[in-house]
């Protein structure tokens, strides 16, 4: 970014899954654009501790019915057209699945299994599959014991059945954030990291953001900065809303062959409990419901720690406590002028509102179509790009390499047979390559590579990842970061501690 001042049509505040993924929706039409996001990478702030479904089937039916609150009809409530969140879930579903190959990005469908544990869930079970077919929903199975054994052979004794849903997908949230800006950015957007937007000013023609790296003079503003929408909205006086959120603290597991669907117990108003099988082998366990206290606090309790691992337990018999490798929490946002829907608005012309509730990572491709139909609307010409390129140029994982290739590839660069993260079987050259690909922190190699987010939690590599990053950015090793700021990692070295040297020393 220049010191004096960057022009462009279209900026983009926040590079979530929902900035990221419509700046490269944008991308396709000869329309200059930017990204401003706060943090050292995109999708480093609310999508970062997304658990990753992609809702498909009955998923917003459940969760229908967990936010049931008795004030009207139950089954004329479950019947009542769906509302901006459910339209775009179920339109943008599709659009992950299209995009997967293009992007060479994984997505997976283990489907959803709800358990039934007595005559009251087999009720509910059978009222799903009513609702279900009603609405069209394909595939849906009412299961005896046989069946969900045959499913989940692990299962507890206790479900005497379940209701089986094909149509849930995950993915990887952070990665998939990655490929959207890399493809965005590969097609000529322009992504400003580590750039906070401090004010806006409204110059009626067009906007002035006023950021810590300089000033942006943009014709059109989406505002998409998730939690923070608020603040920005309120720089151009159109925060007629907050943005508040439960916070949700996380449970990571092992998955060593225990879990094999997203599971669920059969929903009831005011219950929900999911244990999802990630892309790369563990299972998140979600999550607690607790009031916000402040939008920074990202800490965990040992009291919420106690009772999420009860429930893969009760599950699972075969999972212990000795399989947790992780807890995280997070916020599930909502705004408070459409408390249970997105909001999508434009206040003022050419100012658009992009905030995004909880679930936000399914909807987020369409949302971006919607979008830039908005920006249309408002005047911005579309015009398609004949040099846009659809797909995006991306190194398949080492270890995935056929036997052949992987030797070929050792051969012509040593570091592919060094590995660095013993886990998730991540090679030194992975490493290198992130970090030429843009990575500046731990964090983001450790999302673009995942090395680091097996069993050892990075206990084992982290010092490599470090050297490495260390020799391919040419800077002292104290001076890595684990998300940018202040996240150091290192304070020196342990043997120059009381002895700094120049350069070197302790900070
Ligand atoms: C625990 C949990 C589990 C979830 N699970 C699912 C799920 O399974 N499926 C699903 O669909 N959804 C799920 N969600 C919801 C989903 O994660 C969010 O809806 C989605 O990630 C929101 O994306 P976003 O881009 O709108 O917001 P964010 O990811 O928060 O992006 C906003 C960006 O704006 C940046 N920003 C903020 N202020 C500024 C500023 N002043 N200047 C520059 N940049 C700024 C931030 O750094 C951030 O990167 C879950 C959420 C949580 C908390």
Known sequence: MSKQMTETQVAIIGGGITGATLARELSKYKVDVCVLEKESACGFGVTKV?????????????????????????????????NLKEKLGNLGREDYFNLAPVLGLEIHRPGRLMLAENQEDLDMVNLIKEMADFQGIQGIEVLDRKALEEREPLVNE???????????????????????ADHAQQNGVHIFKETIVEGIEDKKSHYVIKTNRGRVK??????????????IAGMVDAAD??????????????????????????????????????THNS??????????????????????????????????????????????????MYNTKKPSDHLLESPKRGFINAVVGAPGLGPAPAMAREIVNMLEHQGLELTARSDFNPYLTREPRFIDLPSDEKKDRIEAEAGYGHMVCRCMHVSEQEVRAAVRAGAKTV????????????????????????????????????EITKRGGGSYILKGKTKSFWEERPGEGAR
Not at 161 to 171: K, M
């Open 50 to 82: 997304c658990q990753g479904l992609v809702h498909g089937g009955i998923a917003y039916l459940a969760s229908r019915i967990v936010k049931f609150h008795g004030n009207m009809d139950f089954m004329e409530y479950l019947k009542q057209p769906g």
């Open 158 to 180: 206790k479900y005497i059945g379940g209701l089986y849903d094909p149509n849930e997908a995950v993915i990887l949230p952070t990665d998939w954030t990655f490929a959207m």
């Open 218 to 231: 943009a014709e059109y503003v989406v505002n998409a900065a998730g939690l923070y929408a608020d603040e």
């Open 241 to 278: 809303f907050e943005v508040t959120g439960w916070k949700a603290q996380l449970l990571i597991l092992e998955n060593r062959d225990f879990v094999h669907h997203v599971m669920c117990l059969v929903p009831h108003p005011q219950r929900g409990r999911l244990l999802i099988p990630t």
């Open 283 to 332: 299972i998140v366990v979600a999550h607690s419901f607790e009031p916000m206290t402040h939008k920074g606090d990202k800490s965990t309790t040992k009291e919420k720690l106690d009772e999420l691992i009860t429930w893969p337990i009760e599950m699972f018999p075969d999972i212990s406590r000795k399989h947790l490798i992780s807890s995280f929490s997070g916020y599930l």
């Open 443 to 478: 964090d983001e190699v450790k999302f673009r590579t995942l090395a680091g987010m097996g069993r050892c939690q990075g206990g084992f590599c982290t010092s490599r990842v470090i050297q490495i990053m260390a020799e391919e950015l040419q800077v002292s090793p104290i």
